[in-house]
């Protein structure tokens, strides 16, 4: 059985992921939130109140990408009742998921027992509401757990308890034309230096054409991020730092702005029919997260097989830490409330870990690693890239900058509301900064948030 939610009064203005409370050590993050209030279910030091167990449907909330995922399972388990639900999955830090759940909380009733998020923060106010359960006190094998990439499950840490899996890794690298690159003369950028020089190529000699996007409400998190951009470093558990103006903020606010100015870089989204029908099919370059090849490119797009190829997200000449965005992941829950706990770890391990789904049939990364070597041959043997992902896409898993935090608040509804319509009036990205980082402390502190320089 499959049932659509309806987010009402949900901010919806595109695709999204992030977020959950990193707390920076250093270069090393741990989340911390404090397990207490809400529902009550689950205890400060991740204990689990169970609450009775029927044989009743298990009821999985969904987005539209992963109502493949629950419906597979169905096939593959025909004796598990399932009440699928598919809901907006918190695109765009929409907070449709935590609405509902104070609901819930407050009539005692109607919590599902597995849910898909697109946002990766979610466990900075579920621990706090009772609604997600702890899943390394007994529910999932240590050997299960134990073979998700490093640092893939951080953002479901609070106080050494995990409350949620990750469902795919999101890093950025670079998209490309490969057949147009041998046809023009042009070398993939290895730099963002490099890159720059060659929008200004472009823009010369082959005008139309696109190395790039800032039209999304991920933006910041493909460039910003990716260029060690301070606008979003949690310190604590409710204390964030942000600094929009440093060098390496306006060196990518720099950067944007000369290539939105020349027209190779464009400000529509890549969602947009607009950007479907005219754009398209003129991108040489498109720097994004590892989801954009099937689900753009051979998904969308349609662009033919043998064209698109994969580098390195490109870095600044002298930085000795190559670094990278990250563009999602998004997290799967179990309800703390579940009358169905072994039918939800059931589900909640195999939409995970599975082949048959992450290996197979899911667009993105996975963020178990048995099932991203699968999922890296499965792409292969499709012979739909020119030449070989698997490196690039290896290479900046690893290297996904830790000082971008995961807070409560959206960073993805911040740029949408204060940096998009200023760019579509005529403004460049540089002088949006400062309001950048007003709009960013003024929603922390709606959330609770002490806000530092």
Same mark, same amino acid.
């Given at each position: 059985?499959?049932?659509?939610?309806?987010?009402?009064?949900?901010?919806? $203005?595109?695709? !999204?992921?992030?977020?959950?409370?990193?707390?920076?050590?250093?270069?090393?993050?741990?989340? &911390?939130?404090?397990?207490?209030?809400?529902?009550?279910?689950?205890?400060?030091?991740?204990?689990?109140?169970?609450?009775?167990?029927?044989?009743?449907?298990?009821?999985?909330?969904?987005?539209?990408?992963?109502?493949?995922?629950?419906?597979?399972?169905?096939?593959?388990?025909?004796?598990?009742?399932?009440?699928?639900?598919?809901?907006?999955?918190?695109?765009?830090?929409?907070?449709?998921?935590?609405?509902?759940? $104070?609901?819930?909380?407050?009539?005692?009733?109607?919590?599902?027992?597995?849910?898909?998020? !697109?946002?990766?923060?979610?466990? $900075?106010?579920?621990?706090?509401?009772?609604?997600?359960? /702890?899943?390394?006190?007994?529910?999932? /094998?240590?050997?299960?757990?134990?073979?998700?990439?490093?640092?893939?499950?951080?953002?479901?840490?609070?106080?050494?308890?995990?409350?949620?899996?990750?469902?795919?890794? !999101?890093?950025?690298?670079?998209?490309?034309?490969?057949?147009?690159?041998?046809?023009?003369?042009?070398?993939?950028?290895?730099?963002?230096?490099?890159?720059?020089?060659?929008?200004?190529?472009?823009?010369?000699?082959?005008?139309?054409?696109?190395?790039?996007?800032?039209?999304?409400?991920?933006? /910041?998190?493909?460039?910003?991020?990716? =260029?060690?951009?301070?606008?979003?470093?949690?310190?604590?558990?409710?204390?964030?730092?942000?600094?929009?103006?440093?060098?390496?903020?306006?060196?990518?606010?720099?950067?944007?702005?000369?290539?939105?100015?020349?027209?190779?870089? =464009?400000?529509?989204?890549?969602? =947009?029919?607009?950007?479907?029908?005219?754009?398209?099919?003129?991108?040489?370059?498109?720097?994004?997260?590892?989801?954009?090849?099937? =689900?753009?490119?051979?998904?969308?797009?349609? &662009?033919?097989?043998?064209?698109?190829?994969?580098?390195?997200?490109?870095?600044?000449?002298?930085?000795?830490?190559?670094?990278?965005?990250?563009?999602?992941?998004?997290?799967?829950?179990?309800?703390?409330?579940?009358?169905?706990?072994?039918?939800?770890?059931?589900?909640?391990?195999?939409?995970?870990?599975?082949?048959?789904?992450?290996?197979?049939?899911?667009?993105?990364?996975? @963020?178990?690693?048995?099932?991203?070597?699968?999922?890296?041959?499965?792409?292969?043997? !499709?012979?739909?890239?020119?030449?070989?992902?698997?490196?690039?896409?290896? &290479?900046?898993?690893?290297?996904?900058?830790?000082?971008?935090?995961?807070?409560?608040?959206?960073?993805? @509804?911040?740029?949408?509301?204060?940096?998009?319509?200023?760019?579509?009036?005529?403004?460049?990205?540089?002088?949006?900064?400062?309001?950048?980082?007003?709009?960013?402390?003024?929603?922390?502190?709606?959330?609770?948030?002490?806000?530092?320089?």
């Amino acid at each position: 059985m499959t049932r659509k939610a309806r987010a009402d009064g949900a901010k919806r $203005s595109g695709r !999204s992921r992030r977020r959950a409370v990193l707390l920076a050590l250093g270069s090393a993050f741990t989340l &911390t939130v404090v397990a207490c209030g809400g529902g009550g279910a689950a205890g400060g030091q991740g204990g689990l109140k169970k609450a009775p167990q029927t044989d009743g449907p298990l009821t999985v909330w969904v987005d539209s990408t992963r109502l493949a995922a629950a419906r597979l399972y169905q096939r593959q388990h025909p004796a598990v009742k399932m009440n699928i639900v598919t809901y907006d999955g918190d695109a765009n830090g929409s907070n449709y998921l935590q609405t509902k759940v $104070s609901l819930f909380n407050r009539i005692r009733r109607g919590w599902p027992d597995v849910v898909f998020s !697109s946002q990766n923060n979610e466990v $900075s106010w579920a621990v706090q509401a009772g609604f997600a359960a /702890p899943l390394n006190k007994g529910l999932i /094998p240590r050997s299960v757990l134990d073979g998700f990439a490093r640092g893939a499950n951080d953002p479901c840490m609070a106080n050494g308890t995990l409350y949620c899996l990750r469902n795919d890794l !999101s890093q950025t690298v670079l998209w490309y034309n490969a057949g147009l690159m041998r046809k023009w003369g042009y070398r993939v950028p290895a730099t963002w230096e490099e890159y720059r020089a060659l929008g200004e190529k472009v823009a010369a000699g082959h005008p139309g054409y696109l190395v790039g996007s800032a039209g999304d409400n991920f933006t /910041p998190e493909i460039y910003m991020w990716a =260029s060690k951009c301070g606008a979003n470093q949690i310190t604590g558990p409710k204390a964030v730092t942000i600094d929009t103006t440093s060098a390496n903020c306006t060196r990518m606010a720099s950067l944007l702005d000369t290539l939105i100015k020349n027209h190779t870089m =464009s400000t529509s989204s890549v969602f =947009s029919s607009d950007f479907d029908k005219n754009q398209a099919g003129r991108i040489l370059m498109l720097p994004g997260p590892s989801w954009f090849g099937g =689900s753009l490119f051979q998904g969308t797009f349609k &662009t033919p097989a043998g064209q698109i190829a994969v580098a390195p997200t490109p870095q600044w000449s002298g930085d000795p830490a190559p670094s990278a965005g990250n563009v999602g992941g998004g997290t799967w829950l179990l309800s703390a409330h579940s009358a169905h706990l072994k039918a939800g770890t059931d589900f909640l391990t195999w939409v995970t870990t599975a082949n048959d789904y992450q290996g197979k049939v899911a667009p993105g990364y996975p @963020a178990y690693t048995a099932a991203a070597k699968a999922w890296l041959a499965n792409q292969t043997s !499709s012979r739909y890239y020119a030449g070989d992902i698997a490196g690039p896409l290896q &290479t900046e898993a690893g290297r996904v900058w830790p000082g971008w935090g995961y807070g409560q608040f959206s960073q993805e @509804a911040i740029w949408a509301a204060t940096v998009t319509p200023g760019v579509t009036a005529g403004k460049t990205i540089v002088s949006l900064l400062p309001a950048w980082r007003n709009a960013i402390a003024n929603y922390a502190r709606s959330d609770g948030y002490k806000v530092g320089q």
